[in-house]
């Protein structure tokens, strides 16, 4: 299996850098990896400073992880943080993060490329986020006694790991000094193929979604002027082309009476044309936009990326992308300012989206007719959307201290 494994990952390479001439995130894939183990080598020199190493896929794991790097980062600071991303989507936008000392692209995993990176980075500890499991990088850990543990992580039956042909799956798993999860239901599937060093930790996102919700806000006085006459703001976080036809009639609907953000997961001029061309004469793109004439406008649509997080306190309800697709966006950055969730039907692989629903405090949906229906309701019964606020907040709040709880277990873990 091993071998098989080597040969994906190799074509894996191979097709990437093929698409590279036409797709911009192959291309920055590709780009980001020519000469990285020479850069990594360059950059840590002969620091003799003791490091840890955090790897977070995406831009989404990052976040994931960024209370835990930032809490491990006051614990010890005298120790060098080294981040890596596997995905652009994460090293293009944090790649001068100040939270770390060392941050690149992760090699491909092969043999060689484990063996180089470890060598120059040497670090005392290694934390994966949530997921990849990648086995060259965790076998070439572990065989130099380096204990590496994955924090917010969570397992379903349906994963590879649990199938009667996933023992090279396992075997990876088995290279990991703890695994720390975010529900119970994963310790038991663990714990019921034999790898016990597990336990439940929590899901860190809701340490990030708390502190930022109770941040200072950022100076967004655009977003300001847009949002001056008090009518209620819907937030449309991380939307797709698909959610457009459930969104549309509403939108119609109350476009006098209701102003709208909207931030498409990918930006780019095709999807920013889509949404100006379903909403014609209501849509302003944020780069364009004047905080003096841009209450004329309905929509405010946001061609920059970074800032979701920060619209949702203006937000009296939320729309979370993805979920009439391959699967819903982050719905807890919402969660954490109290909005009522609306998405669509692929939603059940996220357990925050499966508990909220069941609270009813999150509504999904498979057509315009009942998220119009949804919305409506809340839209005509404040009381109960206050409830459902109350609800919100004390489920995101009482779920925080995941960070809390795997830092207290670290220092039992490092490599002297």
Same mark, same amino acid.
């Given at each position: 299996?091993?071998?098989?494994? +080597? ?5 894996? =390479? ?30 840590? =020199?002969?620091? *003799? ?6 790897? %977070? ?30 995905? *652009? ?29 470890? $060598? ?67 310790? +038991? ?53 698909? $959610? ?59 061609? +920059? ?16 992308? =993805? ?37 009813? %405090? ?55």
């Amino acid at each position: 299996m091993l071998f098989l494994y +080597n040969i994906a990952l190799g074509l894996y =390479g191979l097709l990437l850098r093929l698409l590279a001439p036409f797709v911009p995130k192959a291309a920055a894939w590709v780009a980001g990896r020519r000469g990285l183990l020479a850069h990594v080598r360059r950059t840590i =020199g002969s620091d *003799p400073s003791p490091r840890v190493w955090f790897h %977070c896929a995406s831009l989404g794991e990052f976040e994931q992880g960024r209370p835990l790097l930032e809490a491990y980062r006051r614990a010890h600071p005298s120790t060098k943080l080294v981040l890596t991303f596997f995905s *652009p989507s994460g090293y293009q936008i944090r790649h001068n993060w100040p939270g770390a000392d060392f941050i690149f692209y992760l090699p491909l995993d092969t043999r060689s490329n484990a063996k180089a990176f470890l $060598d120059a980075v040497q670090p005392r500890l290694v934390v994966f986020v949530k997921y990849e499991f990648w086995y060259h990088f965790l076998n070439e850990a572990h065989l130099r006694s380096i204990p590496a543990v994955v924090v917010s992580a969570i397992f379903r039956p349906d994963q590879i790991f649990f199938k009667p042909w996933g023992g090279f799956f396992r075997e990876i798993l088995t290279r990991f000094a703890h695994i720390f999860t975010q529900n119970e239901a994963s310790v +038991n599937l663990l714990r019921d193929l034999g790898i016990k060093q597990v336990s439940v930790a929590g899901d860190t996102r809701f340490d990030t979604v708390v502190a930022t919700a109770a941040a200072p806000p950022r100076s967004l006085p655009t977003v300001d002027a847009f949002v001056a006459d008090g009518a209620p703001v819907l937030v449309v976080g991380s939307s797709w082309p698909e $959610d457009l036809p459930a969104l549309a009639p509403l939108i119609r609907r109350y476009q006098h009476e209701l102003r709208v953000l909207v931030a498409p997961h990918e930006i780019n001029e095709s999807n920013l044309r889509l949404v100006e061309s379903t909403f014609p004469g209501l849509v302003q793109r944020y780069s364009r936009a004047d905080a003096a004439t841009v209450a004329q406008s309905r929509i405010l649509l946001f061609d +920059n990326i970074g800032l979701l997080s920060q619209l949702y306190r203006f937000g009296k309800y939320a729309y979370i992308g =993805g979920a009439f697709g391959k699967g819903l966006h982050n719905t807890l950055e919402a969660a954490a300012f109290g909005l009522p969730l609306f998405f669509g039907p692929t939603y059940g692989k996220f357990q925050e989206a499966v508990e909220l629903t069941a609270l009813k %405090c999150a509504f999904p949906v498979h057509n315009a007719e009942e998220l119009e229906a949804a919305f409506t309701y809340l839209w005509h019964h404040e009381e109960a959307r206050l409830r459902l606020q109350d609800s919100m907040l004390d489920y995101v709040h009482g779920q925080a201290g995941a960070t809390r709880t795997i830092m207290a277990a670290l220092p039992g873990l490092h490599r002297s």
